[in-house]
T-cell receptor, first 115, second 112 residues
Framework: GAVVSQHPSRVICKSGTSVKIECRSL??????MFWYRQFPKQSLMLMAT?????????EQGVEKDKFLINHASLTLSTLTVTSAHPEDSSFYIC???????????FGQGTRLTVV | SQQGEEDPQALSIQEGENATMNCSYK?????LQWYRQNSGRGLVHLIL?????REKHSGRLRVTLDTSKKSSSLLITASRAADTASYFC????????????FGSGTKLNVKP
């Protein structure tokens, strides 16, 4: 299947700092990318959907100023957690889908720990 | 979960036995997909079934879809210890191809 690379896989940051997570599609053009958050032993919660070149669509309850999403190219989307707090600690996963494709391919996830 | 529920939440079986997981969803859909997640890792796509299909097979996997009941099942036959993982169903909304929502997941443990 197609490859989606997510970086970093783990990050520890101090409260109040910002963290950027990258999601790259390596062998296809990702017209749509999704960002999910997963708490321990729970399902994936869709945070936002982004289409290349346009603003992300956020799910209800997700703070767009807190979680900045940029999808500037067909192979890269970034999620920036701004002014991180310990409650932002979680597992963040991106997925990418090509034009007309029915399935999405997932990155390996980023474990964020805010101390 | 944002879309539906899966049951059981956890399932423990012996190697060689079959494992059946069920998924229910809330809205009309275009497709339903099953994914697998090993602990702390990303998700791997297993199988996709379209809303106009009722059953699909892929190797040891068999998926059924009942749109009248808004439910799907995943059967893993002749399970192996390596099948131990969490399994999630995901749907995209009927009038919106653009979003995937996940069920609550079933944690499968296959004992050797």
């Amino acid at each position: 299947g197609a490859v989606v690379s997510q970086h970093p896989s783990r990050v520890i940051c101090k409260s109040g700092t910002s963290v950027k997570i990258e999601c790259r599609s390596l062998d296809f053009q990702a017209t749509t990318m999704f960002w999910y958050r997963q708490f321990p032993k729970q399902s994936l919660m869709l945070m936002a959907t982004s289409n290349e070149g346009s603003k992300a669509t956020y799910e209800q309850g997700v703070e767009k100023d807190k979680f900045l999403i940029n999808h500037a190219s067909l192979t890269l989307s970034t999620l920036t957690v701004t002014s991180a707090h310990p409650e932002d600690s979680s597992f963040y996963i991106c997925s990418a889908r090509g034009t007309g494709a029915r399935e999405a391919f997932f990155g390996q996830g980023t474990r964020l720990t805010v101390v | 979960s944002q879309q539906g529920e899966e049951d059981p939440q956890a399932l423990s079986i012996q190697e060689g036995e079959n494992a059946t997981m069920n998924c229910s969803y809330k809205t009309s859909i275009n497709n339903l997909q099953w994914y697998r997640q090993n602990s702390g890792r990303g998700l791997v796509h297993l199988i996709l079934i379209r809303s106009n299909e009722r059953e699909k097979h892929s190797g040891r996997l068999r998926v059924t879809l009942d749109t009248s009941k808004k439910s799907s099942s995943l059967l893993i036959t002749a399970s192996r210890a390596a099948d131990t993982a969490s399994y999630f169903c995901a749907t995209d909304e009927g009038n919106n191809f653009n979003k995937f929502y996940f069920g609550s997941g079933t944690k499968l443990n296959v004992k050797p």
